[in-house]
Nanobody, 124 residues
Framework: QVQLVESGGGLVQAGGSLRLSCAASGRTFSSYAMGWFRQAPGKAREFVATISASGGSLYYADSVKGRFTISRDNAKNTVYLQVNSLKPDDTAVYYC?????????????????WGQGTQVTVSS
């Protein structure tokens, strides 16, 4: 059973930064793509970023491109999301997820395992 545990969320002023982490259990972390998604109050969960199994390919939602950076450390079974230049519209619960394969995907249906989420609140 794969477990994903996010951390690093918090309250930050607009323009600030955070580094979100997601620690995964299991021995096959390096075989699968990972993704970050978010869900704001009253809105549907949406794609944020994804990284391939090797870490060599990345893909971002247009709304975060240039501000957020996804990375991974396969030796530590951890994926990160560096979030910079935060805006109030970035306020949401951020979830990491493990894909069903090693390739990039923005579709939630491609992700089999999900963490419990970490809250990011951006004040204006």
């Amino acid at each position: 059973q794969v477990q994903l545990v996010e951390s690093g969320g918090g309250l930050v002023q607009a323009g600030g930064s955070l580094r979100l982490s997601c620690a995964a259990s299991g021995r096959t972390f390096s075989s699968y793509a990972m993704g970050w998604f978010r869900q704001a109050p009253g809105k549907a969960r949406e794609f944020v970023a994804t990284i391939s199994a090797s870490g060599g390919s990345l893909y971002y939602a247009d709304s975060v491109k240039g501000r957020f950076t996804i990375s991974r450390d396969n030796a530590k079974n951890t994926v990160y999301l560096q979030v910079n230049s935060l805006k109030p519209d970035d306020t949401a619960v951020y979830y990491c997820a493990r894909s069903n394969n090693g390739w990039l995907s923005a579709r939630m249906t491609e992700y089999a395992y999900w963490g419990q989420g970490t809250q990011v609140t951006v004040s204006s």
